[in-house]
């Protein structure tokens, strides 16, 4: 009886409960959006790299570690050394290592130097592989793999010969113009800076830097490639490895170890804590996405509020009729918290259809155009919470015109 | 004895001159009162007395065996629900409401067990026909909605109904017709009417008639 009169009663008053019922759904839908991205940020930030135990490079912060390392972000304060690398692979507890040396670019887009170990042992996301989309793993000297942006952005396709520059500039004016390298393989799109990098062997980073010792191509010995012997081109340093151990236990030891090793100042991270370092700093951004989403919903339920108050002044006769067959004046005032409430719940259902909708339809357009993976847009135990706040905040909202009814029921005489 | 009133006196908020001060007025059980007076003399005031909408500064107000000043709030409208009927010159149902679902709401406060058949009865009893129960109230005419309104007054069988003007917005012809009607339910149902109008040519149809400056010792103005 009680629904079916709120029902009844906001029916009657379609016009301005259909366009607060709107402005509710477009705000919940605001508040469980900006959860879904942050949400998405978050677990695709911390899955940019998984199944790596420990990251080790030159003495420096953890973060700058990780963000050069990873993330391809800014420059290695200093490089290692192959001996110290090689040093510490041979420690029994380590499984694999992967070597990495970075400081090449393409058109913006940064070169990594390592071995075929990379597409064997990296894992992101939910310890996944990486996969090719099309080709090979680099297997000669001047085979290069493209992350999946490269290649769509730049436009390359399977042996297309391309030219990679000294240092990360856009515009480089030192091209290692006389060893161009062939596009061999691409990769599937990951979501991780993966995407954005050109993967090409160690060897390959050591052949194209000869004639390059100073830093700029020297005049009169260009580099031709078949002069090059296979033993001159193990790398002298690397920028950072990759470590997998054989048992989990060893972590915090073999950390230990590297950061007190003797002969080179080194450092080694564990990933995912850094990852995490990391994310509390953006914290920042993230609160105030949730804050703005709650100040719309706020608006939006205080319009909510205010329609359901202008209502009350129209309503007073119907009022009075209530009064005159026996209802209390709570009744009314929960009469006017169940049309809240109703208004509410529609518009949150409206929203998370919404929500499903545009996430479903979307979804293959931000991963092919922005790498960006979008889980369909079912609620999770989070935005669940976030919903049942909505209602209470309605709820309680709606007591300003429930109040109002109240009041009204309490003093009008029958007449 | 259906209503009874005991050195009644009512003023309103902070307000000295009373309204209304009755020493001893009565209704019994079956009886239909023509209650008359120019407006402002209190009429309503004392309808809502008889309602337990309001209650005396002083005095006492008996409806039905009870003391309305011995019940709670709550009580009272529950009572109301159940044992009085309520009948406006105007705007009596809900509007967005059918006929049907304005007298079932009233059995609902009521709790009065099937109220389809026995609403649908007295709608129909009232000359509002099957094809009319189902409309919105907003969508009926007034003369209409005044009958609607008395079957959703009787709805729950009240042992007293109140009814302030409820023929001033009808032509004659509906007016007679209305009376008419009225006055047949109240007889059929056993309820005491206590009828409010200036209409003097109304009279005639009741049991008794009082004009409320003659049991009234107040004169406000």
């Given at each position: 009886?009680?629904?079916?009169?709120?029902?009844?009663?906001?029916?009657?008053?379609?016009?301005?409960?259909?366009?607060?019922?709107?402005a509710?759904?477009?705000?919940?839908?605001?508040?469980?959006?900006v959860?879904?991205?942050?949400?998405?940020?978050?677990?695709?930030?911390?899955?940019?790299?998984?199944?790596?135990?420990?990251?080790?490079?030159?003495?420096?912060?953890?973060?700058?570690?990780?963000?050069?390392?990873?993330?391809?972000?800014g420059?290695?304060?200093?490089?290692?050394?192959?001996?110290?690398?090689?040093?510490?692979?041979?420690?029994?507890?380590?499984?694999?290592?992967?070597?990495?040396?970075?400081?090449?670019?393409?058109?913006?887009?940064?070169?990594?130097?390592?071995?075929?170990?990379?597409?064997?042992?990296?894992?992101?996301g939910?310890?996944?592989?990486?996969?090719?989309?099309?080709?090979?793993?680099?297997?000669?000297?001047?085979d290069?793999?493209?992350?999946?942006?490269?290649?769509?952005?730049?436009?390359?396709?399977?042996?297309?010969?391309?030219?990679?520059?000294?240092?990360?500039?856009?515009?480089?004016?030192?091209?290692?113009?006389?060893?161009?390298?062939?596009?061999?393989?691409?990769?599937?799109?990951?979501?991780?800076?993966?995407?954005?990098?050109?993967?090409?062997?160690?060897?390959?980073?050591?052949?194209?830097?000869?004639?390059?010792?100073?830093?700029?191509?020297?005049?009169?010995?260009?580099?031709?490639t078949?002069?090059?012997?296979?033993?001159?081109?193990?790398?002298?340093?690397?920028?950072?490895?990759?470590?997998?151990?054989?048992?989990?236990?060893?972590?915090?030891?073999?950390?230990?170890?590297?950061?007190?090793?003797?002969?080179?100042?080194?450092?080694?991270?564990l990933?995912?804590?850094?990852?995490?370092?990391?994310?509390?700093?953006?914290?920042?951004?993230?609160?105030?996405?949730?804050?703005?989403?709650?100040?719309?919903?706020?608006?939006?339920?205080?319009?909510?509020?205010?329609m359901?108050?202008?209502?009350?002044?129209?309503?007073?006769?119907?009022?009075?009729?209530?009064?005159?067959?026996?209802?209390?004046?709570?009744?009314?005032?929960?009469?006017?918290?169940?049309?809240?409430?109703?208004?509410?719940?529609?518009?949150?259902?409206?929203?998370?259809?919404?929500?499903?909708?545009?996430?479903?339809?979307?979804?293959?357009?931000?991963?092919?155009?922005?790498?960006?993976?979008?889980?369909?847009?079912?609620?999770?135990?989070?935005?669940?919470?976030?919903?049942?706040?909505?209602?209470?905040?309605?709820?309680?909202?709606?007591?300003?015109?429930?109040?109002?009814?109240y009041?009204?029921?309490?003093?009008?005489?029958?007449? | 004895?259906?209503a009874?009133?005991?050195?009644?006196?009512?003023?309103?908020?902070?307000a000295?001159?009373?309204?209304?001060?009755?020493?001893?007025?009565?209704?019994?059980?079956?009886?239909?009162?023509?209650?008359?007076?120019?407006?402002?003399?209190?009429?309503?005031?004392?309808?809502?007395?008889?309602?337990?909408?309001?209650?005396?500064?002083?005095?006492?107000?008996?409806?039905?065996?009870?003391?309305?000043?011995?019940?709670?709030?709550?009580?009272?409208?529950?009572?109301?629900?159940?044992h009085?009927?309520?009948?406006?010159?105007?705007?009596?149902?809900?509007?967005?409401?059918?006929?049907?679902?304005?007298?079932?709401?009233?059995?609902?406060?009521?709790?009065?067990?099937?109220?389809?058949?026995?609403?649908?009865?007295?709608?129909?009893?009232?000359?509002?026909?099957?094809?009319?129960?189902?409309?919105?109230?907003?969508?009926?005419?007034?003369?209409?909605?005044?009958?609607?309104?008395?079957?959703?007054?009787?709805?729950?069988?009240?042992?007293?109904?109140?009814?302030?003007?409820?023929?001033?917005?009808?032509?004659t012809?509906?007016r007679?017709?209305?009376?008419?009607?009225?006055?047949?339910?109240?007889?059929?149902?056993?309820?005491?009417?206590i009828?409010?109008?200036?209409?003097?040519?109304?009279?005639?149809?009741?049991?008794?008639?009082?004009?409320?400056?003659?049991?009234?010792?107040?004169?406000?103005?």
């Amino acid at each position: 009886m009680f629904l079916r009169l709120a029902l009844s009663s906001l029916r009657s008053r379609k016009g301005s409960v259909l366009l607060t019922f709107l402005a509710v759904a477009v705000s919940v839908f605001v508040l469980l959006g900006v959860e879904q991205i942050r949400h998405q940020a978050k677990s695709s930030f911390g899955n940019t790299v998984s199944g790596i135990d420990l990251i080790v490079g030159a003495r420096t912060g953890d973060v700058n570690l990780l963000l050069y390392s990873v993330f391809r972000l800014g420059n290695a304060t200093n490089n290692i050394s192959w001996h110290s690398y090689k040093h510490i692979a041979a420690d029994p507890n380590i499984a694999w290592t992967i070597p990495i040396s970075l400081g090449d670019s393409h058109k913006g887009y940064r070169v990594m130097g390592t071995t075929a170990d990379y597409f064997t042992h990296f894992r992101f996301g939910q310890n996944k592989l990486l996969e090719l989309a099309e080709g090979a793993v680099f297997f000669n000297l001047f085979d290069v793999v493209l992350g999946s942006d490269v290649a769509r952005s730049l436009g390359y396709q399977l042996g297309d010969n391309l030219v990679l520059a000294h240092g990360l500039g856009s515009t480089s004016f030192s091209q290692h113009e006389d060893t161009p390298f062939r596009v061999t393989g691409i990769l599937k799109p990951t979501g991780t800076p993966v995407d954005q990098t050109l993967h090409v062997s160690l060897e390959g980073i050591e052949a194209m830097h000869i004639g390059f010792e100073g830093g700029i191509q020297l005049p009169g010995g260009p580099a031709v490639t078949d002069e090059i012997e296979p033993g001159d081109l193990t790398p002298k340093t690397i920028t950072a490895f990759m470590v997998g151990l054989k048992s989990k236990l060893a972590t915090f030891r073999l950390q230990r170890q590297i950061n007190s090793y003797q002969h080179e100042p080194l450092l080694a991270i564990l990933p995912g804590v850094t990852l995490a370092q990391l994310w509390q700093m953006m914290a920042v951004m993230e609160n105030s996405l949730r804050l703005v989403s709650a100040l719309v919903l706020l608006a939006s339920l205080l319009g909510l509020a205010a329609m359901l108050l202008a209502s009350i002044r129209e309503r007073q006769r119907e009022i009075v009729v209530m009064r005159a067959i026996g209802a209390s004046p709570w009744f009314l005032l929960g009469l006017v918290e169940a049309e809240a409430l109703l208004v509410t719940l529609g518009g949150t259902t409206l929203a998370m259809l919404l929500l499903v909708l545009t996430t479903t339809l979307s979804s293959a357009l931000l991963a092919e155009q922005f790498g960006l993976f979008v889980e369909v847009g079912l609620p999770t135990a989070h935005s669940m919470g976030a919903l049942l706040a909505v209602v209470i905040a309605a709820l309680g909202i709606g007591l300003v015109p429930g109040i109002a009814a109240y009041r009204c029921a309490l003093h009008q005489q029958l007449a | 004895m259906v209503a009874s009133l005991e050195d009644l006196s009512f003023h309103y908020g902070n307000a000295k001159e009373p309204v209304l001060e009755i020493p001893q007025w009565s209704v019994q059980a079956g009886e239909t009162v023509f209650l008359h007076g120019p407006s402002g003399c209190g009429k309503s005031t004392l309808l809502n007395l008889l309602a337990g909408i309001l209650l005396p500064s002083s005095g006492a107000v008996d409806v039905l065996g009870e003391r309305m000043s011995e019940l709670s709030a709550r009580q009272r409208d529950r009572w109301r629900a159940r044992h009085i009927g309520v009948v406006f010159q105007q705007f009596n149902l809900i509007p967005y409401l059918s006929a049907l679902e304005n007298s079932k709401l009233a059995a609902h406060f009521g709790r009065t067990a099937n109220s389809t058949d026995r609403a649908k009865g007295l709608l129909k009893a009232l000359g509002i026909n099957d094809a009319l129960h189902r409309q919105p109230a907003a969508q009926l005419s007034i003369g209409q909605q005044q009958r609607v309104a008395v079957a959703r007054a009787l709805v729950n069988q009240p042992q007293l109904l109140l009814a302030d003007e409820p023929t001033s917005a009808l032509d004659t012809r509906n007016r007679d017709a209305f009376m008419a009607l009225l006055l047949e339910q109240v007889m059929r149902n056993n309820t005491a009417l206590i009828f409010v109008s200036h209409d003097l040519s109304l009279r005639d149809r009741f049991s008794r008639v009082e004009a409320l400056e003659d049991i009234n010792r107040a004169h406000p103005h």
